[in-house]
């Protein structure tokens, strides 16, 4: 009879420390994965010098949902105006709500200065793109809105090596469309699996929404005013050029942006409530900062079917497909893990119980035992307290 009791604990004990090691691993595993995703972590590297919390959001629009430049300013003064209500205002000399946007500009043969030659996918990208969008510099360095000249182009190293058979080339040339640019900078490309599926097989390369507008055709036709523009006396090709009109790109896709949290939901109550009445069903607001919590991901288990039902007409980035790919991973990792720790649980409550009859049965003994202790207790107590004889042997 003991034997089979001991063996019963031995079997109990052997199962809870396989659920709780399993649980270290789904717990180990789910943080990998969501710092995996850094575009999701802007909010992190932004505030991580500062005491205040800042919450990452962004937005998603449909094609024709019309959302452009224009209406990022009258955003940005929104929020503004929402955070100056609650006394935040920036520093001098600090950004405040750091802010991005972006739009895909569909396939371009892109030619460089040799024989290398490639097509590749186009993103504009304004504000700061960068900053969300940590992309591993290789060589040179991202172009900024501030820059002078918005003839940058930031290239992968794939698209690298099939123009100039090198990923150290920055400041050379390379012409879409026949738009003369040059290289500002050469950045690694995602390397997670969720990344890799989501991003399709063309090289990628990022201009600015002055140079998307100088790439007149049919991928970039929408959202653009259509003006002369200069080209290159020795090669014939076609220049950004403060001294000329130039055509404009102005439609938005993704915006996102990092705004303080003064007090709780503060920011996403704030974007949720400037698009309550506009561009209904043409944008999807998430929040970065919060969408791998755990708990939020676990509660999420149940509802997969949510996430994997598509019932918009919004394009996402190969970024934000990626991060829906994670946080369905997620949802199945913390909810394997919830589930698993039923076990120790209900072992505990089996435990307080079996001490609970244990206690009720020798309720005598164990009252004479703590008596016990208690006296040892008060004799060592008094001993301590005794004072010490005085020293008579001098």
């Not at 929408?222 to 790109?249: A, I, R, W, Y």
């Amino acid at each position: 009879m003991k034997k089979r009791i001991r063996k019963r604990y031995i079997a109990v004990a052997i199962i809870n420390a396989a659920a709780i090691a399993a649980m270290a691993v789904l717990s180990a595993a789910g943080s990998s994965l969501a710092s995996s995703q850094s575009w999701n972590m802007a909010a992190h590297r932004w505030g991580c010098d500062s005491s205040d919390k800042f919450t990452q959001m962004s937005c998603f629009f449909s094609d024709d949902s019309g959302f452009s430049k224009d209406e990022v300013r009258n955003l940005y003064g929104n929020i503004m105006g929402k955070l100056n209500e609650v006394s935040v205002v920036p520093e001098e000399g600090k950004k405040l709500v750091p802010q991005a946007y972006s739009a895909p500009l569909g396939k371009y043969n892109v030619k460089c200065d040799m024989v290398g030659r490639s097509e590749a996918e186009l993103y504009a990208a304004g504000g700061d793109f960068f900053l969300f969008h940590d992309f591993r510099l290789i060589s040179g360095a991202y172009f900024r809105d501030e820059d002078l000249m918005q003839d940058g182009a930031v290239i992968d190293k794939e698209l690298a090596w099939s123009l100039y058979g090198s990923s150290d080339i920055a400041g050379k040339n390379i012409y879409i469309n026949n738009v003369k640019l040059y290289i500002a900078g050469v950045i690694e490309q995602p390397s997670t699996s969720a990344e890799k599926s989501c991003m399709g097989k063309l090289p990628m390369a990022y201009v600015s929404y002055e140079t998307a507008g100088k790439l007149a055709g049919e991928s970039v036709s929408g959202n653009m005013s259509m003006l002369p523009v200069g080209t290159d006396d020795e090669t014939g090709m076609s220049t950004l050029s403060d001294s000329q009109p130039s055509k404009e790109f102005r439609k938005i896709t993704c915006y996102e942006c990092i705004i303080p949290e003064p007090v709780e939901n503060f920011a996403e109550n704030t974007i949720n409530k400037y698009f309550k009445d506009t561009y209904t069903n043409e944008v999807k607001i998430v929040n970065n900062t919060e969408r791998f919590d755990p708990k939020k991901r676990a509660k999420q288990f149940g509802k997969l079917y949510k996430s994997v039902i598509k019932d918009d007409e919004i394009s996402y980035p190969f970024w934000e497909n990626s991060s829906r790919i994670v946080e369905y991973r997620l949802s199945c990792y913390y909810g394997m893990r919830r589930i698993i720790s039923i076990i120790p649980i209900l072992t505990g409550l089996w435990l307080i119980v079996k001490l609970f009859i244990f206690a009720k049965r020798r309720k005598g003994m164990l009252r004479k035992r703590l008596s016990d202790l208690w006296l040892k207790f008060k004799k060592m107590i008094k001993r301590e307290k005794k004072p010490a004889l005085p020293d008579i042997s001098a």
